[in-house]
């Protein structure tokens, strides 16, 4: 004869034995691990102030040495075969294989990335007399220039001219990464930066070097070719809103304007700075 088993019945106080659930059900709060864990994750966006994207960007951040040893280098399987038939990861950087998809979640949207990200951490700037010694060429100042495409911008113009490094103000200037470093095409990785705390002291310290400082500002009389000299050149860029501080411009030994004779006033800061390279560039030929 069959036994019943143990319910909890009030009346009669008998305890209540282990139910059972039907074949198939699991246990509330506990499930297994998707079949999906088997296979390779995709990767997690990650801050863009931690990424390289484009082609140029990437190759240039992978052929400079002071990245040897640092970085996780995520590439289409094309780019992977691009990078090792062509030697171009120098430092020896191994290729992750993602798929474009997976690299495009990694990025803010609409990012290009040409099937090359490289996670790594913006570049540590180097001193101001590594650039500043000896004095002979041309320096560029960023005061407050905050936009990352303009700053990007400037750095490859910088480096097309033959700048000696670019000056900013670490408080109030991008991190050299993401959307920055697309836009410089590279230069990032190839022109030295200096990162000061005031930006007027690093000018004191540049006069007692050699340099003459120049500012740029489209309110005054004195046009950039006739304030350049062919000496030692600091030219100081200033915000498109506010243009150069005050405290800053005083400090330089010349404020001077880009003549526009268009009539239409209204360079964006990076065109500017490409113009003004050009010009300080033949300046410096002339001597």
């Not at 009030?10 to 699991?26: A, I, L, N």
């Not at 240039?60 to 280098?73: E, F, I, T, V």
């Not at 100081?236 to 800053?248: A, I, K, N, Q, T």
């Not at 033949?282 to 001597?287: E, M, P, S």
Request: proline share 7%.
């Amino acid at each position: 004869m069959a036994t019943m088993r143990e319910r909890n019945d009030r009346k009669s106080g008998k305890k209540q034995g282990p139910k059972q659930r039907p074949e198939g059900q699991r246990e509330r709060g506990w499930s297994p691990k998707p079949d999906s864990d088997s296979r390779p994750r995709e990767p997690r966006r990650i801050d863009a102030d931690h990424l390289i994207w484009g082609r140029h960007a990437v190759l240039a951040a992978l052929a400079n040495p002071a990245r040897k040893g640092m970085g996780r280098l995520m590439v289409t399987a094309d780019r992977a075969t691009e990078i090792e038939s062509g030697r171009l990861a120098p430092n020896g950087h191994k290729a992750e294989i993602q798929e474009a998809r997976a690299l495009d979640k990694l990025l803010p949207p609409g990012a290009a990335h040409q099937g090359f990200v490289f996670k790594v951490a913006p570049l540590d700037g180097v001193a101001l007399e590594d650039i500043a010694r000896p004095a002979s060429g041309v320096i560029v100042m960023l005061d407050q220039i905050t936009d990352p495409q303009n700053v990007g911008a400037i750095f490859r113009s910088a480096l097309a001219f033959g700048a000696r490094g670019i000056i900013v103000q670490d408080r109030h200037s991008p991190a050299l990464a993401g959307p920055l470093a697309k836009a410089s095409v590279g230069a990032t990785e190839r022109l030295p930066h200096a990162r000061v705390t005031n930006l007027s002291r690093a000018l004191e310290k540049l006069s007692d070097l050699g340099w003459r400082a120049v500012a740029l500002d489209g309110a005054t009389e004195l046009t950039l070719e006739d304030a350049l000299d062919g000496q030692p050149t600091v030219l100081v860029m200033g915000s498109e809103g506010d243009g150069v501080r005050r405290l800053v411009a005083e400090h330089c030994d010349a404020v001077a304007r880009i003549p526009m004779p268009g009539g239409f006033e209204s360079l964006n800061v990076s065109n500017a700075a490409a113009v003004a390279l050009y010009e300080a560039a033949r300046a410096q030929r002339r001597v």
